[in-house]
């Protein structure tokens, strides 16, 4: 069984306070399984260990208990932690408006900030590149559209317009991995 940084599961809480302060949080916290309850009613560590599995049933808990659509709230969970993550561990690519650079220095500080399978990148060309995310655990829909805001989201940050990015392969559809092209104007 594969563990996740506590930071990914501190984006969903703090998604779920912007929301809607602790009335959204309680209502999740109400209906996860007693050993989720329990930690995730204590305060959750960013660079501790969690189990993958206790993400998966917040993210399903998430999804069934805000009225929006599924994708919707986890493309935004995911633009949020971009906003966050990057501010704190990328400075230096947002202030140079480098797109890739910070695809790039994904690799070196991935084992530290998500701690989740593994991330690889290849420039394709100065406004191109292919990201893959190779997970050693089924993972599900939601974390993908998560993952893929973040790519989107940080590279806008970094300078990049009218960002674009196409999923050639999915693991939580029967891939075996999430590959994505992305795309992006100066």
Not at 71 to 86: P, S, W
Not at 140 to 166: D, M, S
């Amino acid at each position: 069984m594969s563990d996740i940084r506590g930071l990914i599961i501190q984006s969903r809480l703090d998604y779920l306070e912007k929301m809607g302060g602790n009335s959204h949080f309680q209502n999740v916290l109400s209906k996860l399984n007693e050993s989720a309850r329990q930690t995730i009613s204590e305060q959750v560590f960013i660079t501790n260990l969690y189990p993958f599995r206790l993400l998966q049933e917040l993210d399903t808990v998430i999804g069934e208990s805000l009225d929006k659509p599924v994708e919707t709230i986890f493309r935004e969970i995911g633009t949020q932690y971009a906003d966050v993550i990057l501010d704190r561990y990328f400075y230096n690519y947002i202030e140079t408006q480098n797109p890739q650079k910070f695809l790039a220095q994904i690799k070196n500080l991935y084992p530290y900030l998500w701690n989740f399978g593994k991330y690889s990148y290849q420039k394709v060309e100065p406004t191109r590149a292919l990201v893959h995310f190779d997970y050693d655990e089924d993972i599900h829909k939601p974390y993908c559209w998560f993952t893929q805001a973040l790519l989107i989201r940080g590279v806008e940050i970094c300078g990049g317009k009218n960002v674009q990015l196409t999923e050639s392969e999915c693991e939580a559809e029967d891939g075996e991995a999430c590959v994505y092209h992305l795309s992006w104007e100066q």
